[in-house]
């Protein structure tokens, strides 16, 4: 498991609404608020690969995870 995030600061061309976790092009697990799917209709999937091929060059791991997320603290204590 990888756990990365996307910076406030960073444009996106398509949007992250939801978490999801694929599973080895078998299922594709989508959390909401409100509901939990699991996917496994073969075009669904195709569909959501393709988002994560486009989501995934603006997400930043480890350390620089953890340093975006240190700068993205720092800005909200500054305005609060």
Not at 2 to 17: C, D, H, K, N, S
Not at 29 to 56: P, R, S, V, Y
Request: aromatic letters at 8%; glycine letters at 4%.
């Amino acid at each position: 498991m990888r756990l990365g995030i996307i910076e406030w600061t960073i444009p996106a061309r398509v949007p992250a609404l939801h978490g999801f976790t694929i599973y080895d092009s078998r299922a594709i697990l989508w959390g909401t608020q409100t509901a939990t799917a699991i996917i496994t209709d073969q075009k669904d999937m195709n569909d959501d690969e393709e988002h994560w091929a486009e989501l995934e060059p603006i997400i930043s791991y480890s350390d620089a995870a953890r340093t975006a997320i240190d700068r993205v603290a720092a800005d909200y204590r500054s305005i609060i």
